[in-house]
């Protein structure tokens, strides 16, 4: 007996586990901004790791906002112009200042990257409609930051930290997508472009070797893919569906002034049917749902896209209904182009690795599989292969269909390709930017 009252106040006196909890409150810039507990952020339907403050990525990059020194905007066009070419010029030595003013940032974020767990906070507000979105202006400033100090190790000749850097930002950007809000997986995807884009720049740059190449192409395979739209589609449901709650529990004349915002002044709030607008938004969002698993073309092409589908349906819709439902396609298309982009760059680093052990670029794009990549992607906006071509100066060109989804043999301009028929890529050397 004596025994056993020991063991229980031993195990009593153990440390306690620390709660899978966020603060009450955390402080970004200028505000302090009052947290939902997990509890109350599972209870509305979202997804919430069991991660105690301590271990959470979260609380570094929190620090990292409030000690990052931006730039001048002056400086800031400079800085992204030299991102392009990894040439500092007349701006060298005001770079380096940045990036020196910037060294804690930097270490903050290379230490949150190590932290394997990361849940941002999320904001309470006494409606879910008034909700603050996390700090997503911020999450730009570390994508630029890393982006600047990637391109100024590769212009001193540190092409392996200039890697591990856009990898770092690669990695950010995959975090930020998994937040709550359609917005912060917008913003987590474009993080994670720029990352896609500057490693695209120092593959076509000619300034990595063999190995660099081999450690980038080995690392992209590692990543998987860009993961589909289920999670974002299915967060913006819950989101959409308790901002309705919301309004429909809202005092009248509070209820008329946002009415008249979304369906115009002659809505009468008296005679909204909520159980219908209701049953709208869930047919919506479950029309969403199945294309979301399915290739990117399905929704952009065919009797069962999102246009067609919007064609058929809003004309029953109401007034509340229209406002409150997303306009997807433009949502798959850029998913289209993300997912174009991060092929490309795999498709890049293979042939810049086939011409350095050939000498020349393959005159088919099929000569870089198996030895240089597994096997070659499919265009996303049509479902099959990219287009290539050899041309007489020994560049290639590689492209994509297109918003358009056809093929027009690779007509478009490189240096502005979203402009153009065809998203065209090439190994000649880009334009300098104006």
Not at 51 to 62: E, F, G, Q
Not at 254 to 271: L, P, S, T, Y
Request: charged share 30%; net charge negative.
């Amino acid at each position: 007996m004596k025994r056993r009252m020991l063991l229980i106040l031993a195990l009593l006196c153990l440390p306690r586990l620390a709660a899978a909890e966020f603060p009450d409150k955390v402080t970004i810039g200028d505000k302090t901004i009052e947290c939902r507990t997990v509890d109350e952020i599972r209870k509305l339907g979202f997804e919430c790791e069991d991660i105690p403050w301590k271990d959470n990525a979260a609380r570094i990059y929190i620090d990292a906002m409030n000690s990052y020194k931006a730039p001048s905007k002056e400086l800031e066009d400079a800085l992204s112009a030299a991102t392009k070419t990894f040439d500092f010029g007349d701006h060298a030595e005001e770079a380096r200042k940045f990036l020196e003013d910037n060294q804690g940032v930097l270490g903050l974020l290379k230490q949150a990257d190590a932290m394997p767990k990361y849940e941002f906070p999320m904001h309470r507000a006494e409606r879910f409609f008034e909700a603050m979105l996390p700090p997503l202006a911020r999450f730009m400033f570390f994508s630029r930051l890393l982006d600047c100090k990637a391109a100024y190790d590769l212009s001193t000749g540190k092409s392996k930290q200039a890697v591990d850097e856009s990898f770092m930002a690669f990695r950010l950007g995959r975090r930020v997508k998994n937040g709550t809000e359609l917005i912060t997986w917008l913003v987590g995807m474009a993080v994670e472009l720029s990352a896609v884009r500057s490693l695209d720049r120092m593959t076509a740059s000619g300034k990595l070797d063999e190995p660099a190449l081999k450690d980038i192409a080995k690392r992209l395979e590692e990543s998987g893919d860009l993961g589909d739209l289920t999670r974002p589609i299915r967060n913006e449901r819950i989101f959409r569906m308790k901002v309705l709650e919301d309004l429909e529990h809202l005092p009248p004349e509070q209820r008329a002034e946002i009415f008249a915002h979304f369906g115009g002044k002659d809505v009468n709030v008296e005679e909204i049917q909520w159980d219908v607008i209701r049953r709208n938004l869930t047919e919506v969002f479950d029309f969403y749902d199945t294309l979301a698993k399915k290739p990117v073309l399905d929704a952009l092409k065919g009797e069962n896209s999102v246009q067609a589908f919007r064609e058929k349906r809003q004309g029953d819709w109401d007034a509340m209904t229209r406002s409150l439902t997303p306009a997807y396609d433009r949502l798959f298309v850029t998913y289209g182009r993300r997912q174009v982009e991060f092929d490309v760059l795999r498709i890049r680093v293979a042939l810049t690795r086939f011409k350095l052990a050939k000498g020349a670029y393959p005159k088919d794009l099929a000569a870089v599989v198996p030895t240089y990549l597994d096997k070659l992607p499919t265009d996303a906006l049509s479902g099959n292969p990219y287009g290539y071509r050899l041309e007489a100066d020994g560049n290639f060109l590689l492209w994509s269909v297109g918003e358009d989804l056809n093929d027009d043999g690779g007509e478009g301009d490189p240096n502005r390709r979203w402009n153009g028929p065809d998203y065209v890529f090439t190994s000649r050397p880009p334009e300098p930017p104006k």
